[in-house]
């Protein structure tokens, strides 16, 4: 984590402050993989659960159960990509559950920025577009353009095959072009 994430008070800072070591007089350390997790995947974990939920306070909790699961299954790492993926798996997974829970319970969604990197100003259209865009394809354009990982790495982290991967991005794409040009009067 390079700095990207400026954490606001709250259960995000909080977490990371016990995971760091500040904790109160008396109280165990956590596991010292789960700082060193939160500190390299922390914000890519966080960046893909904003990209799905579209809100800040339930990305964070998404960051939380994802380390709460790596701290209950301290599943063994072939290296550092193979624990990065694993984290970025579950807490898709975890906002497709809680996506799923709001679709059968509606409520009333607030809209709060991507924490990380800011978004440069000739591209802000384009991230708002795809953030309006449905989960399944957010998701995966997410994977691809922001974080930069190829449709084999998004298959094997989503558990997906290749091709509906490509599928995905293809669709997405084109959802995002239709959007794009009605919305914004975007030619391309």
Known sequence: MEGILRPR???LARLRALLAGGLEEGE???I???????????D????LACSYLHQRPEAEDVL?????????????????EHERAWLLRVAANLCKSRLSYWK???QEELSDLLPGRAPEPE?????????????RYRGVIHLYYYEGYTTVEIARILGAREST??????RGREKLRAVLKEGYDFEG
Do not use: I, N
């Not at 010292?32 to 922390?42: Q, S, T």
């Not at 890519?44 to 960046?47: F, G």
């Not at 939380?64 to 550092?80: H, I, N, R, V, W």
């Not at 591209?123 to 989960?135: H, I, K, Q, T």
């Open 44 to 47: 890519a974990v966080l960046r």
């Open 9 to 11: 008070p709250g259960l």
């Open 64 to 80: 939380q159960d994802t380390l709460l699961q790596y701290l209950q299954k301290a599943p063994p790492f072939s290296g550092e």
């Open 32 to 42: 010292p993989d789960a700082a060193r997790a939160l500190r390299r995947h922390g």
């Open 28 to 30: 165990a350390p956590l």
């Open 104 to 106: 059968r319970h509606p």
């Open 123 to 135: 591209l802000s259209a384009v991230w708002d577009a795809v953030g309006a865009l449905p989960a």
């Open 165 to 170: 991967v490509r599928s995905l991005l293809a």
